[in-house]
């Protein structure tokens, strides 16, 4: 064991380095924790709201409770939580094309979407399959700026010469890419740039892995639409399947016509009992958050001392739980991924390989093992196996589990 690494010590010096980052974390969860319990109290959630209704789900008072909730909890005038919704691609999706019409454009501000939207903007797959360019939606996009700030003049300037722009897009997320995520102030600062241009744009944000990790919104700083999974952030590990966007009254409806039909919107979709899972995972959700960022606090506090680089900085102000490790070589990713998949409470014996995943230009390596398939507000960790060779780690249900999981992964990369 010698020139190995004291990480007994390092563990401790992280523990004291840690305790302010955490009390700025456990401050957010009480105050995001205070706006659920809140708009419980304010709608009287009870009982009754668990019931499950089967059918068209007629005047679901669980369904219509957990909508009233949610847009509360966002500041938005409306939201619709569904269990229905197969994911995040499929909610933005629906979004998306409830919000624009043929001939209008969607301006995506924060460079290119998410890798599963591209299909269906119709920047890649084939012709005919039902994209918005098949539909005559056109598409422009701003990057970012080299900082990762939007670039608000060249927004400005494009929302004032093109009239046919229809949708404003930004992802809060850095999802799997190099871009830091977007503080929610700054969205607000799109929103006020495009508003004050035309306000009949439509702010649309993909919130996934961004809900709960500030203590406010984007839908309170004025955004129309915003989206994402619940079995991510807003789901709180316990709801094992949906989606949900919050917004104006206007885009919420325009989206519920898109989800179920014109005329029946938001009416209908029996809860078949799914909604106690989301209405109590909406409950954990502030909390399981903070543990999850915990865990990626403390995963870059280790791994900057062992010499690594990691983005955000340990120390740094987060806006979405995402966590990226440069390991710098393929066994590097691989022990490390080893080490996530040993420190999760499901299929924990797997060892995990590079696969040749559909889509993707190189193997992947994925480490997980989530009680909800997939779900990654649940401890998880993977790369693409290409240069610096960078893993992105996020999740934790519990600080605990996550500091083990990271534990075992250092273990794994330095012994
Ligand atoms: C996960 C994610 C999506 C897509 O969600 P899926 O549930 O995987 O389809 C879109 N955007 C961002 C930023 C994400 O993190």
């Not at 897009?169 to 495009?194: C, D, K, N, T, W």
């Not at 954990?284 to 690594?308: D, I, R, S």
């Amino acid at each position: 064991m010698n020139n190995k690494p004291d990480i007994a010590s390092l563990v401790s010096r992280a523990d004291t380095a840690l305790t302010e980052v955490f009390k700025k974390l456990d401050a957010t969860a009480f105050h995001n924790q205070k706006k659920v319990m809140d708009a419980f109290y304010r709608h009287r959630i009870s009982e009754q709201h668990f019931y499950p209704t089967t059918g068209y789900g007629y005047n679901d008072k669980g369904r219509e409770g957990l909508d009233a909730v949610w847009a509360d909890v966002f500041g938005a005038q409306s939201a619709l939580v569904r269990h229905s919704v197969v994911s995040g691609t499929h909610a933005l999706n629906l979004g998306l094309f409830g919000l624009l019409r043929p001939g209008d454009t969607l301006l995506s501000v924060t460079g290119k979407p998410y890798d599963t939207l591209e299909q269906a903007i119709g920047l890649s797959g084939e012709v005919g399959q039902g994209s918005l360019r098949d539909w005559g939606v056109r598409y422009r996009q701003i990057d970012l700026r080299e900082d990762g700030s939007p670039d608000l003049n060249t927004i400005t300037e494009t929302v004032r010469d093109n009239g046919t722009i229809k949708v404003v897009f930004v992802q809060r997320s850095r999802g799997y890419s190099s871009r830091p995520a977007l503080p929610v102030m700054v969205i607000g600062e799109i929103v006020h740039a495009v508003k004050s241009i035309n306000p009949d744009v439509f702010v649309m944000v993909d919130n996934c892995y961004g809900e709960f990790v500030e203590v406010l919104e984007p839908t309170d700083c004025g955004a129309d639409l915003a989206v994402g999974s619940l079995i991510k952030n807003p789901g709180g590990g316990i709801a094992e399947s949906g989606a949900y966007f919050a917004g104006t009254k206007k885009a919420v409806e325009l989206v519920s016509y898109r989800l179920t039909s014109p005329g029946i919107g938001a009416e209908c979709g029996a809860s078949l009992g799914h909604t106690k899972e989301m209405i109590k995972g909406l409950f954990f959700a502030p909390h399981a958050v903070a543990q999850a960022l915990k865990t990626a606090c403390f995963a870059a506090y280790m791994l900057e001392e062992l010499g690594y680089k990691s983005s955000p900085r340990w120390d740094a102000e987060r806006h979405d739980i995402v966590q990226s490790l440069e390991l710098g070589s393929p066994e590097g990713v691989c022990a490390f991924c080893r080490g996530i998949q040993r420190g999760a409470p499901v299929d924990s014996f797997v060892v995990p390989e590079p696969w040749d995943m559909p889509g993707y230009s190189h193997p992947v390596i994925m480490a997980a093992g989530a009680f909800t398939q997939g779900a990654s507000l649940e401890l998880s960790a993977d790369a693409p196996m290409r240069p610096p060779y960078t893993v992105f780690m996020q999740g934790g249900l519990t600080w605990e589990s996550g500091k083990l999981g990271v534990l075992y992964a250092l273990e794994e990369l330095l012994y």
